[in-house]
């Protein structure tokens, strides 16, 4: 239910729109866009990938954030004990 | 079925048929090879079977994997192999271009590892009795001076070694075989390990403990075998464990764990800790073992456990194969 | 090569500091009993060896979302039965392979010379109708909704090429109603959900609202690498320490809030609800499973074969629907590790690598110090 792989879309087959051929580490696999038919994915694009279909695309802009955001958590913990320090 | 994939299943056959029925005494411990006393020389004997489907792939094929099968068999012991024998297996109707290729490819392998091969048989079976070519190959070679391998030998605080990327081997076949559709540049890395093993003799003999090649069942069944023999607990360093960036990307496509996947070119040496770092240069130094690296650490606990570690702190146990590695998708 | 998105969630010293986080959040007076409802979230928490990195009074108790664990046994009879014919091909996932049916397991069966093939997509099945013209292809479909979206295209591009030997035996079943049985059950008592990622990329956060508004839990969308579970687990945390109980998206690079509008739509042409479907270990659960509708019946295993409809009774010493319910832990069921293990499996839980059962063996139980040291000879 669950296993599903980023990858990056490295060719679409140019007489069956829904086909795609993603590439997971240098492993490619051809993978059935038709999930992703309301905002179809382009070369370049990384989309999530189980049993052989695109899911989603991914938003690296997301990523980007979370990561930002959980990088902040030891710098906020870090002021926070700073902070306390100054009042004991 | 499940007991010829290399794991738990083949060990429960081994133990409990072959040895009782076959060993006039159970051996101290089963390994690769059997060194056997002969007019005050000891001698290292081995024997294996090989039924790979299909029969050629890349970086190979079923008579490389015979000839560099047994060469392996034989080096892990502590053995220089000296001469080997073969048997075909044939299903009638087998094109004679194919036998001639697996021919063609073991006199190369056997070349290029050294080894004369002195003898066979060729068996025909019916068609469709067996699956088009099988060869069983036995060898014999001299024990290195120096050597005692045992698992009893291992203590703790013993390093684990590794030759090189693991499960190359085991995703080619898969590959190959056409079913899940998956496209990588990746080979076979069948080859003999002869060389390295006498690079880390010669720097390490009186440390070297124990060695294995993780061939069906991969590197986490040969250390679970290490753990049950010698009681103690392995933990395995899981980033420090070299795997190939095609090999990582088709195991997560699949949800395959690369330390199930056989491998036909690798060993794992377990050393004391004093010359682990020699035995890792020399390995690093011999041709083709560039990507050695030291894997592990033997410890008292967890007992006959093979830990795999982060490095955030994070364990998990890694247990040997029941039957071959299935693709999942959950 | 690093794996883009896999590795920057596996960063050491930023999972180091987020568990920090977690134990400044985790009150020390209370014991925490989170579930997380998906199947790959339980093995992705032991294969990353999570439970090492959480306070001890944080408990995560493994929720019902794994297909295989669910499913009864009488249906992989039927499928099995359905395979006997040498005119047809049995295909199905490798999850599958290893399942026990009353008469052996599909992997079994193909050792026997049946005709069963492990496929990594519904498609690679079609692939094999549309090379195999004289045999009928059977895909013995499994999934919640993060798989029948792929089930539901297949069969529409079945039908648009007209081809005629190709089946799909489903037994898709949906999320909703199994965590709705989970908050029902008199037994349980839960603090908060970590929410299944992948089923969300379809469905999307809605349909999780009412946990949140009727039932006063918390509930966080997760991703499967390390630090989403755990930044999944912060997230948690501060909703519980604030008393607050909302649906919120930690797999925001992947989860769509109103889910994908497509997947939904396949599904919708494809399947219609079952007006009750059983659950192994569950008992009978109504609108909890799909079926293929009438537009599709040439291509439906169900119309197209005579199915027997098997059904069997799980021997009443395994606790499976317990140990899937959250109310026991898998070391806690009598036949753990005794008559039940992942070679011999008594319950479902035991044979897929992602029920609790197994995972726990295969990762964790041995951890404890064991006084089991073999005496090697010197």
Same mark, same amino acid.
């Given at each position: 239910m669950c296993l599903a792989i980023p990858g990056k879309i490295?060719? %679409?087959?140019p007489d069956m729109p829904h086909l795609g051929v993603v590439e997971v580490s240098g492993v490619r696999r051809r993978v059935d866009l038709g999930l992703l038919q309301d905002d179809m994915p382009r070369p370049g694009d990384w989309v999530l990938v189980h049993v052989g279909f695109a899911m989603s695309k991914i938003s690296e802009q997301e990523a980007a954030e979370q990561m930002r955001m959980l990088r902040m958590l030891g710098e906020d913990a870090a002021a926070m004990d700073e902070i306390r320090g100054y009042s004991e | 079925m499940a007991h010829g994939a290399g794991g738990k299943a083949t060990r429960r056959l081994i133990d409990g048929l072959f040895v009782p029925l076959l060993f006039d005494q159970p051996p101290e411990h089963l390994g690769d090879a059997a060194h056997v006393a002969m007019d005050g020389t000891r001698v290292a004997l081995t024997t294996d079977c090989f039924v790979v489907t299909p029969l050629a792939f890349p970086g190979g094929s079923i008579g490389e994997l015979a000839v560099n099968g047994t060469m392996n068999d034989l080096a892990v012991s502590g053995a220089r192999a000296t001469a080997l024998v073969a048997t075909f297996v044939l299903e009638a109707g087998l094109p004679a271009a194919v036998l001639e290729a697996e021919v063609r490819a073991m006199g190369r392998a056997a070349v290029a590892a050294g080894v004369r091969v002195v003898g066979g048989d060729t068996k025909v079976v019916e068609h469709g009795k067996l699956d088009r070519l099988y060869i069983t190959t036995s060898g014999i070679g001299s024990v290195l001076p120096g050597v005692t391998l045992a698992p009893g030998a291992v203590r703790p605080g013993d390093k684990v070694l590794l030759s090189g990327p693991i499960g190359d081997h085991g995703i080619t076949i898969l590959l190959a #075989?056409?079913? %899940?559709d998956l496209e990588a540049s990746l080979r076979s890395d069948t080859r003999s390990v002869f060389p390295l093993v006498e690079a880390i003799v010669s720097a390490a003999a009186p440390a070297l403990r124990w060695m294995r090649d993780p061939? #069906? =069942? =991969?590197v986490a069944t040969a250390l679970n075998e290490l753990a049950l023999d010698c009681g103690l607990g392995i933990h395995l360093f899981e980033d420090r464990i070299p795997v190939r960036d095609e090999v990582r990307g088709a195991c997560e496509l699949l949800g395959l764990?690369? %330390?199930h996947i056989a491998n036909e070119g690798q060993f794992l040496a377990v050393v004391a800790a004093e010359y682990a770092n020699r035995a890792l240069d020399a390995l690093r130094a011999a041709p083709g073992g560039a990507e050695a690296a030291l894997i592990g650490e033997i410890r008292e606990e967890p007992a006959a456990t093979v830990l795999g570690t982060t490095p955030y702190g994070g364990t998990r146990v890694i247990d040997m194969l029941v039957g071959d590695p299935l693709p999942r998708i959950c | 090569m690093t794996m883009r998105f896999v590795d920057e969630f596996r960063d050491p010293a930023v999972i180091t500091r987020t568990c920090e986080e977690i134990r400044r959040l985790a009150d020390p007076a209370r014991h925490y009993r989170i579930m997380e409802v998906c199947g790959g979230h339980t093995h992705a928490i032991y294969r990353f060896g999570l439970k090492d990195l959480l306070p001890p009074n944080l408990e995560l108790i493994h929720g019902p979302g794994c297909p295989v664990c669910v499913l009864p046994m009488g249906r992989i009879d039927d499928g099995l039965l359905l395979a006997q014919d040498p005119d047809v091909i049995f295909t199905a996932f490798g999850d599958m392979m290893r399942v026990p049916g009353t008469q052996g397991s599909p992997l079994e069966h193909k050792a026997k010379g049946v005709d069963v093939r492990i496929v990594y997509s519904p498609t690679d099945a079609l692939k094999l109708a549309r090379a195999n013209p004289t045999k009928r292809v059977l895909f013995f479909a499994i999934g919640f909704e993060t798989t029948a979206p792929s089930t539901a295209l297949t069969l529409m591009r079945a039908k648009a090429e007209g081809i005629r030997n190709f089946s799909v035996f489903c037994n898709h079943v949906t999320i909703i109603p199994a965590i709705r049985a989970i908050l029902d059950s008199p037994d349980m008592r839960l603090d908060a959900f970590i929410g299944p990622g992948h089923v969300s990329t379809v469905i999307g956060c809605r349909p999780y609202e009412w946990i949140a508004r009727d039932e006063h839990r918390p509930i966080v969308i997760a991703g499967f690498e390390p630090l989403d579970l755990l930044q999944s687990v912060v997230m948690l945390l501060r909703q519980l320490k604030d008393g607050r109980a909302a649906v919120e998206n930690q797999y925001t690079r992947v989860v769509p809030w109103e889910g994908n509008r497509a997947a939904l739509r396949a599904m919708a042409e494809v399947f219609e609800l079952r007006p009750y479907f059983e659950w192994r270990g569950l008992g009978f659960i109504s609108q909890s499973a799909l079926r293929i509708r009438e537009e599709y019946a040439a291509w439906d295993t169900e119309k197209v074969f005579q199915v027997p409809g098997v059904r069997v009774t799980d021997p009443k010493a395994a606790q499976c629907g317990e140990v899937l319910k959250g109310v026991l832990r898998p070391v806690q069921c009598k036949l753990f590790g005794r008559e039940c293990t992942p070679e011999r499996p008594v319950g479902a839980l035991m044979v897929s690598s992602e029920g609790s059962c197994a995972a726990y063996y295969n990762y964790e139980h041995r951890k404890a110090t064991s006084p089991r040291r073999i005496e090697a000879p010197v």
């Amino acid at each position: 239910m669950c296993l599903a792989i980023p990858g990056k879309i490295v060719e %679409l087959a140019p007489d069956m729109p829904h086909l795609g051929v993603v590439e997971v580490s240098g492993v490619r696999r051809r993978v059935d866009l038709g999930l992703l038919q309301d905002d179809m994915p382009r070369p370049g694009d990384w989309v999530l990938v189980h049993v052989g279909f695109a899911m989603s695309k991914i938003s690296e802009q997301e990523a980007a954030e979370q990561m930002r955001m959980l990088r902040m958590l030891g710098e906020d913990a870090a002021a926070m004990d700073e902070i306390r320090g100054y009042s004991e | 079925m499940a007991h010829g994939a290399g794991g738990k299943a083949t060990r429960r056959l081994i133990d409990g048929l072959f040895v009782p029925l076959l060993f006039d005494q159970p051996p101290e411990h089963l390994g690769d090879a059997a060194h056997v006393a002969m007019d005050g020389t000891r001698v290292a004997l081995t024997t294996d079977c090989f039924v790979v489907t299909p029969l050629a792939f890349p970086g190979g094929s079923i008579g490389e994997l015979a000839v560099n099968g047994t060469m392996n068999d034989l080096a892990v012991s502590g053995a220089r192999a000296t001469a080997l024998v073969a048997t075909f297996v044939l299903e009638a109707g087998l094109p004679a271009a194919v036998l001639e290729a697996e021919v063609r490819a073991m006199g190369r392998a056997a070349v290029a590892a050294g080894v004369r091969v002195v003898g066979g048989d060729t068996k025909v079976v019916e068609h469709g009795k067996l699956d088009r070519l099988y060869i069983t190959t036995s060898g014999i070679g001299s024990v290195l001076p120096g050597v005692t391998l045992a698992p009893g030998a291992v203590r703790p605080g013993d390093k684990v070694l590794l030759s090189g990327p693991i499960g190359d081997h085991g995703i080619t076949i898969l590959l190959a #075989r056409g079913e %899940l559709d998956l496209e990588a540049s990746l080979r076979s890395d069948t080859r003999s390990v002869f060389p390295l093993v006498e690079a880390i003799v010669s720097a390490a003999a009186p440390a070297l403990r124990w060695m294995r090649d993780p061939t #069906r =069942g =991969g590197v986490a069944t040969a250390l679970n075998e290490l753990a049950l023999d010698c009681g103690l607990g392995i933990h395995l360093f899981e980033d420090r464990i070299p795997v190939r960036d095609e090999v990582r990307g088709a195991c997560e496509l699949l949800g395959l764990d690369p %330390l199930h996947i056989a491998n036909e070119g690798q060993f794992l040496a377990v050393v004391a800790a004093e010359y682990a770092n020699r035995a890792l240069d020399a390995l690093r130094a011999a041709p083709g073992g560039a990507e050695a690296a030291l894997i592990g650490e033997i410890r008292e606990e967890p007992a006959a456990t093979v830990l795999g570690t982060t490095p955030y702190g994070g364990t998990r146990v890694i247990d040997m194969l029941v039957g071959d590695p299935l693709p999942r998708i959950c | 090569m690093t794996m883009r998105f896999v590795d920057e969630f596996r960063d050491p010293a930023v999972i180091t500091r987020t568990c920090e986080e977690i134990r400044r959040l985790a009150d020390p007076a209370r014991h925490y009993r989170i579930m997380e409802v998906c199947g790959g979230h339980t093995h992705a928490i032991y294969r990353f060896g999570l439970k090492d990195l959480l306070p001890p009074n944080l408990e995560l108790i493994h929720g019902p979302g794994c297909p295989v664990c669910v499913l009864p046994m009488g249906r992989i009879d039927d499928g099995l039965l359905l395979a006997q014919d040498p005119d047809v091909i049995f295909t199905a996932f490798g999850d599958m392979m290893r399942v026990p049916g009353t008469q052996g397991s599909p992997l079994e069966h193909k050792a026997k010379g049946v005709d069963v093939r492990i496929v990594y997509s519904p498609t690679d099945a079609l692939k094999l109708a549309r090379a195999n013209p004289t045999k009928r292809v059977l895909f013995f479909a499994i999934g919640f909704e993060t798989t029948a979206p792929s089930t539901a295209l297949t069969l529409m591009r079945a039908k648009a090429e007209g081809i005629r030997n190709f089946s799909v035996f489903c037994n898709h079943v949906t999320i909703i109603p199994a965590i709705r049985a989970i908050l029902d059950s008199p037994d349980m008592r839960l603090d908060a959900f970590i929410g299944p990622g992948h089923v969300s990329t379809v469905i999307g956060c809605r349909p999780y609202e009412w946990i949140a508004r009727d039932e006063h839990r918390p509930i966080v969308i997760a991703g499967f690498e390390p630090l989403d579970l755990l930044q999944s687990v912060v997230m948690l945390l501060r909703q519980l320490k604030d008393g607050r109980a909302a649906v919120e998206n930690q797999y925001t690079r992947v989860v769509p809030w109103e889910g994908n509008r497509a997947a939904l739509r396949a599904m919708a042409e494809v399947f219609e609800l079952r007006p009750y479907f059983e659950w192994r270990g569950l008992g009978f659960i109504s609108q909890s499973a799909l079926r293929i509708r009438e537009e599709y019946a040439a291509w439906d295993t169900e119309k197209v074969f005579q199915v027997p409809g098997v059904r069997v009774t799980d021997p009443k010493a395994a606790q499976c629907g317990e140990v899937l319910k959250g109310v026991l832990r898998p070391v806690q069921c009598k036949l753990f590790g005794r008559e039940c293990t992942p070679e011999r499996p008594v319950g479902a839980l035991m044979v897929s690598s992602e029920g609790s059962c197994a995972a726990y063996y295969n990762y964790e139980h041995r951890k404890a110090t064991s006084p089991r040291r073999i005496e090697a000879p010197v």
